[in-house]
């Protein structure tokens, strides 16, 4: 059967499609299941008055004794690593892209020689060259998988961070570790001790062929505003007026590049948060621990600028302590806003912008 159209000359009309599938329905009415199949399934769906063949026949039960050979996995598709004509959108570098919260449990070691193994969320990235498609995200973790099983370090991490720059041909890289670090705490004066948990974040920077170690801490401290401690006393002085200072649950993100030696441990970095604004948040208490947690307040006062400040004092003090930053959020229980602050010292945490929720994510939950 040979149809002549315009199709010849490349030109095809509505009334050559109309043609053309109007002698295909004539075919396939006559034609079997096998046939039709054979010449391409989705004929079916051009005949409204025919249910639709399901052939060739697909398996509906799961292959356990299946086994992907080499030689089968090479057939596999792969768009994510396709050709950069795949790309939707614009063709430009990507800074980072790559896998956030893939938990493991991660052995880390302790300031008095001891390991603790905790859950931690990471966060690993490369960037992406304008004329590459994507990256296998997988690899991400498997390259930190290898690494795993090791107590954990700097060094561990820039081993697992080399991987994957190697395996994702890429240029930068960043890998960050999340987890909250359990230590024991004394109560002020009753001797009881408890656990205090610390938001604790590594970060290892591959940027430029220039790597940095950033170590990130949530500090929870209770800040007393010096003004209201003032008129709380003018008020009983003044007119024998009982009245009580406002304070409020307050956090400090302190982040901090990391200088090779000596080592900086979790625990030294809390020491110098705890240096700065002595009046954390308890954890166990008794009568006469509450009464001088109220009496820490007292002689440790602090508005938010304050406290950006105390925590620099410590931080520019410390030899193992390159670039930093603070951001201090006091969370009002005078008003129903905040009082926040960013204090920053080097480049490496300089920026002329702020995310939007930045200042939201410093609540503490208990």
């Not at 931080?315 to 193992?320: G, N, P, S, Y």
Request: charged content about 25%; proline content about 4%; some cysteine.
């Amino acid at each position: 059967m040979n149809i002549q159209t315009s199709a010849s000359n490349g030109n095809v009309t509505r009334d050559d499609a109309e043609e053309a599938l109007a002698q295909l329905r004539a075919w396939a009415k006559t034609a079997s299941v096998t046939e039709i199949a054979e010449l391409d399934p989705a004929i079916s769906r051009l005949l409204p008055d025919q249910p639709l063949a399901n052939y060739p026949s697909l398996s509906r039960d799961y292959p356990t004794d299946f086994e992907a050979t080499p030689e089968y996995r090479a057939t596999l598709p792969d768009l994510q690593n396709g050709p950069s004509s795949l790309i939707k959108g614009e063709k430009q570098q990507i800074q980072h892209v790559g896998i956030s919260n893939f938990r493991l449990p991660i052995r880390f070691h302790t300031r008095d020689n001891g390991d603790i193994t905790l859950e931690t969320s990471v966060t690993g990235t490369v960037s992406l060259e304008a004329d590459k498609k994507g990256i296998n995200m997988s690899r991400i973790m498997r390259s930190f998988y290898k690494h795993a099983e090791k107590t954990f370090s700097f060094s561990v991490m820039e081993a697992a961070l080399a991987d994957y720059i190697t395996d994702l041909e890429s240029f930068d890289a960043r890998l960050q570790m999340r987890f909250s670090y359990p230590m024991k705490i004394q109560s002020l004066r009753s001797g009881l001790e408890g656990y205090q948990y610390y938001d604790i974040a590594l970060e290892k920077v591959q940027q430029g062929g220039v790597m940095h170690k950033i170590m990130h801490l949530d500090y929870v401290y209770s800040s007393t505003c010096p003004c209201s401690l003032e008129l709380s006393e003018h008020a009983r002085m003044a007119r024998g007026q009982l009245a009580t200072p406002h304070s409020q649950r307050s956090v400090a993100r302190i982040s901090v590049q990391v200088v090779d030696r000596p080592k900086l441990w979790f625990e030294d970095l809390i020491d110098l948060a705890r240096a700065a604004v002595p009046t954390e948040t308890q954890v166990m208490v008794k009568r006469e621990d509450e009464q001088a947690f109220a009496e820490l307040n007292a002689a440790n006062p602090i508005f938010v600028e304050d406290a950006a400040r105390l925590f620099c004092e410590q931080l520019k003090a410390d030899d193992r302590i390159g670039d930093f930053r603070v951001i201090a959020s006091h969370q009002e229980s005078l008003h129903s806003h905040d009082a926040v602050s960013v204090l920053t010292d080097g480049t490496l945490f300089a920026s002329d912008s702020l995310d939007p929720k930045l200042f939201t994510t410093l609540f503490h939950v208990g």
